[in-house]
């Protein structure tokens, strides 16, 4: 397996009879098409959770499983092992077998599509290996993309596994663990995606203090978006969305007086719903300020790629947009449909996010040669200010 992953180009009179020709292109294509799945996935994801589905499946069999009950007998049975959970002896109690298929086919489309997932990503990359097609010094990071998700498979159960004992919820830290892996894996594939198909060459620039600072301020931007997910997941881990639902205040109050009532201090962040809702809220506010500040940064830099300058207007109309479907879900009190898209919201911006870092990274926000072949204007950086460069960084 090492010889096959191995970046260096087949000699000739190789035995193995395979040139490598790289693709770059392809990759990257395959790499947009299972974020496109990982997206699914995590919109399916919310459904299941607001739907109470979760627990419906209560064994954890990545192979057998693939196949649902298709006999009455295989649904009685699917169903008795239900009813043996704190779920149904202390919520659903008077749920019916047809009230069970319900959440059941929930939470199956959700571990099914974790299965297409990983078909998906591990057959194409087989076959990429093996025709020597994957670029030099891209195999071991697209390999450790896959161990990821297999990480990913086995949190989703560690998260379902909390819920079968006792209290019939999961662990708010265990889902907010499976959410932001989810968001990892999206943001992995996604910039080695953007990296595969950026475009090179040109005449190498200095770039201006502004571009530098707002290259910098993306990267935070990124970290603050996945925060940001974090205290959703510990949002809907402990249903603090059910809570305090007006806006701009929190039943009157800017902050209301019980966000310190437990002891000590530091579990309410964890386990109350007033602070935890406060948190998140809080991050709103911030990304507001963010990507506000960044938004005029990358619009006043006169080095700003079109790119560069694309992306900050889709993170700002994107962050708009998933403010306004917070606020509608909470003052609804989290009604499914909204509850979904504030979901699905929080993938685009965060994949926005990225994009907007990787078009105002070194490489990439360097000014191009212009089209009749002279530089741009801009004054060029000495040569040895890109020797040496990772172009993957």
Known sequence: ?????????ARPG???????????RAVAAWLLVCCALVFAMVVVGGVTRLTHSGLSITEWQPIVGTIPPLTDADWAAAFDRYRATPEFRQVNHAMSLAEFKG??????????LGRLIGVAFLVPFAWFAVRRRIPSGYAVPLAAIFLLGGLQGAAGWYMVASGLV????????????HLVLAFLIFGAMLWTALTLVARRGGASVQRSAALRTAARHARILVALVLLMVATG???????AGFAYNTFPLMNGRLVPPEVLMLEPAWRNFFWNMATVQLDHRALAAVLVVT?????????????????????????????????????????????????????????????????????????????LTAPNGEHAGLPLASPESDHGRDPRT
């Open 166 to 177: 006792d209290d019939p919820r999961v662990s708010q830290f265990r889902l907010t663990l």
């Open 14 to 24: 190789s035995s193995s009879g395979v040139a490598r020709t790289p693709a770059p």
């Open 233 to 239: 997941g510990l949002v809907a881990g402990i249903r």
């Open 1 to 9: 397996m090492a010889s096959i992953l191995a970046p260096a180009a």
């Open 103 to 112: 959440i059941f086919w929930w939470e199956y489309a959700h571990r099914l």
């Open 291 to 367: 990507v506000g500040w960044l938004w005029m940064r990358v619009r006043g830099a006169p080095d700003a790629t079109p790119a560069a300058r694309r992306a900050a207007h889709a993170v700002a109309a994107m962050l708009a947009l998933q403010a306004a479907l917070g606020i509608a879900t909470v003052v609804n009190v989290v009604p499914l449909a909204l509850a979904a898209l504030h979901q699905a919201g929080a993938v685009l911006l965060f994949g926005l996010s990225i994009v907007l870092a990787h078009a105002l990274r070194s490489g990439d926000a360097i000014a």
